[in-house]
């Protein structure tokens, strides 16, 4: 098996399609985001690419096997056509990293795909009730757009830039001439968030023109605030307990 294999799994006839990113990171927000999309809109898995710098391992559904790869689906809504990246893992070393990247825009590419979207978390170290959007792109064009629908751009954050494939997606993009925007939302960094996601997904329906059914997200939340009532209850008792300023750190 080479580094990077592209196995053709179907053809799609697209017009001008974004393309979407939404690898695991910080709280899951892209990928939470990317399948919501895959799973609410009309989609069809198009590539799958394989990689000796995933994980070894398979995924094991209805006991079949899928060995550790990502997945491209072309998705279609009204006005909008895109091409989805999924997927449960990212590459486990920096050469990984790269070479995924430059094979990812290898296909979007060939699909003429533009602009690039990578959909992520931004960290706050501590629990949120209003989550905020954060943006970077490569053009100021982009950054303009994005900013009349929301999205926040803040001088140097995220702090320390961004990491993985999302942010490789733009610094290799712009090498390629490939506009890239990466759309982040603010979340606590050490739970799943569907909340950010749905933030994320508000800004990106506004920028491509699309509209998604938001209610399986919204259940997924629900689910999430049991869990988030108790770590704050668990955090007030800290604190009545301590003089200490406790955080959580994602």
């Known amino acids: ?71 491209i689906h072309a998705v279609s809504a009204p006005e909008a056509d895109m ?7 990212q590459a486990q070393d920096t050469v990984g990293h790269y070479g995924l990247t430059d094979t990812l825009l290898d296909i979007v590419e060939s699909f003429d795909a533009a602009p690039v979207y990578a959909l992520g978390g931004v960290p706050t170290g501590e629990l949120i009730e209003e989550y905020d959007v954060i943006g970077a792109t490569t053009t100021e064009t982009q950054r303009e757009e994005l900013e009349e629908f929301g999205v926040d751009f803040r001088g140097n954050e995220p702090e320390g830039g961004i990491v993985g494939i999302s942010g490789l997606l733009l610094g290799l993009g712009e090498r390629r001439n490939v506009p890239a925007a990466c759309i982040m939302g603010q979340t606590s960094g050490y739970l799943v968030d569907p909340k ?22 919204e259940d997924r939340a629900d689910e999430m605030e049991d869990v988030v009532r108790k770590i704050q209850e668990m955090e007030q008792g800290s604190a009545a307990g301590s003089d200490e300023d406790l955080r959580y750190i994602g």
Request: hydrophobic fraction near 45%.
């Open 196 to 217: 950010s996601a749905k933030a994320v997904l508000e800004v990106l329906e506004a920028a491509i023109g699309f509209e998604v059914d938001f209610e399986s997200l």
């Open 83 to 89: 091409l989805v990246l999924t997927g449960d893992h």
């Open 1 to 71: 098996m080479d580094d990077f294999e592209i196995e053709h799994v179907a053809e799609a006839d697209l017009e001008d399609p974004v393309f979407i990113e939404g690898l695991p990171g910080v709280g899951h927000v892209g990928k939470l985001a990317a399948e919501h999309l895959v799973e609410e809109l009309d989609s069809e898995l198009v590539r799958r690419v394989y990689s000796t710098h995933f994980p070894p391992q398979v995924s094991i559904e209805d006991g079949l096997t899928q060995l550790a790869c990502a997945e």
